[in-house]
């Protein structure tokens, strides 16, 4: 063992035992729970409502297949069968067609993948209380209380999920957030993963950087020109290097990660900064021509985000706009309410509209957003009270 393997195995940690669950494929496995008969076959998720499987005379389903999309939507996830293909979350669909063109292609269902996410979330809690909600398909929980022997733990909340919706987890357990992080990527799918500071040279050292959550794209790059691609090879890389291509606090940390230390807690709770609801269009749509469309699409989105607000108890008093227009331009605009706080589905529509007029709109538009900050708790008869429908609101400009 050589000396920086030393440094690692003798790091001091509090004994603490922190779990990554992650969903495996959620949204396909969610979509499989209702076609079971695509199991084992490519699928992708990225269709529209008019991509809904069609029902034929004596019940059998018919699917839309890939190489029958046309349009600019993305893929929001596939199933293991189709990554085999290359095709991975956020390509767009036409590219995915032409790698897979006889794949399965089903419409998004978020309804039906929030669902499924509440309900594994519940199961875990009555087993290990501790949790902290990062996303839709996944959480980290402090198992460092429970007297449980970690493998057992595992398989206990792992058949828990599967008997309560019928779908599948990988797991990583470590005595931090950062390697639990890693682990439960390690065995996928439906795999477990226990690391100890004592595996960080064997297991954890051999990966790529980008490996480590809060290495994105761009410090990759900029890693790979410094002929910095493993992890190993970042815990070896000096200081000073570091420091001068990334800054003083950022150095700091990529030396702490690539040697498996992360001191963050599993924060049980933690307060939203904003809520908001976004739509790209599937062609560009102009303000003039397309002025009904858009009005619609404008006043759906403010009913939804009111209603986020009410579901998860919180009123807010900052409403926030997002353009992205045909040349991929975005502009954002907020307006803050001189009255109290609202989840009001027409207070926010009438805020997004001052916001809209802000914006010279002169060019066709592909995405458009609605955001709603500053936010603080309601009690549930103040959301009930501020909620609303979207009878009465105005039009799109």
């Known amino acids: 063992m050589n000396n920086l393997e030393q440094n690692v195995t003798q790091q001091s940690t509090a004994q603490r035992r922190i779990a990554h669950l992650d969903m495996d494929a959620f949204y396909a496995s969610v979509e499989l729970l209702r076609y079971p008969e695509l ?9 529209r409502s008019e991509h809904q499987p069609v029902v034929q005379a004596g019940g059998r389903r018919q699917f839309y ?52 996410s509440r309900q594994f979330k519940v199961t875990v809690a009555v087993i290990a209380p501790q949790i902290e909600d990062t996303g839709i ?24 999920i599967r008997d309560a919706t019928g779908l599948t987890c990988s797991m990583g357990i470590a005595p931090n957030k950062l390697l639990a992080k ?27 950087v980008q490996k480590i959550n809060g290495i ?10 410094l002929n910095i691609r493993t992890i190993a090879e970042l815990a070896q890389a000096d200081a000073g290097l570091l420091q001068l291509h990334f800054g003083r606090s950022y150095a700091a940390w990529l030396h ?22 976004e739509t790209t269009f599937e062609r560009d749509l102009h303000p003039r021509s397309d002025r009904e469309a858009l009005s619609e699409i404008f006043t759906a989105l403010c009913v939804q985000v009111a209603a986020d607000l009410k579901r998860k108890g919180y009123i807010g008093r900052t409403i926030g706009i997002k353009l992205r227009f045909e040349d991929f331009h975005t502009v954002t605009r907020d ?7 609202t989840a009001d589905a027409g207070q926010i529509r009438r805020a997004a509209g001052e916001c809209l007029r802000r914006i010279p709109l002169t060019k066709k538009l592909r995405l458009l957003g609605v955001r709603v900050s500053a936010l603080r708790p309601a009690h549930a008869a103040a959301a009930e009270e501020h909620y609303s429908t979207q009878r009465e609101l105005p039009l799109f400009f």
């Open 39 to 47: 199991r084992g076959q490519p699928v992708v998720i990225g269709g």
């Open 256 to 277: 702490a990660v690539s040697h498996g230390i992360d001191h963050r807690p599993v924060q049980t709770h933690c307060e939203p900064k904003s809520i908001s609801r």
């Open 335 to 341: 307006f803050t309410l001189t009255t109290a706080h």
């Open 65 to 116: 297949r890939l190489r029958d999309y046309a349009g600019r939507g993305v893929i929001t996830t596939a199933t293991y069968e189709a990554r085999t293909f290359g095709i991975a979350s956020g390509m767009g669909v036409m590219k995915a067609a032409q790698l897979a063109p006889d794949a399965i292609l089903l419409p998004v269902d978020f309804d039906a993948y929030r669902h499924y």
């Open 182 to 208: 890693i682990g439960s990527d390690l065995n996928k799918p439906d795999g477990v993963a226990i690391l100890d500071m004592s595996d960080v040279p064997s297991r954890i050292w051999p990966l790529p």
């Open 137 to 160: 398909d996944e959480i980290y929980i402090d198992l460092s209380d429970l007297p449980d022997e970690t493998l057992v733990l595992a398989q206990r909340i792992r058949q828990a």
């Open 216 to 225: 994105g794209p761009k410090a990759t790059k900029k890693l790979a020109a």
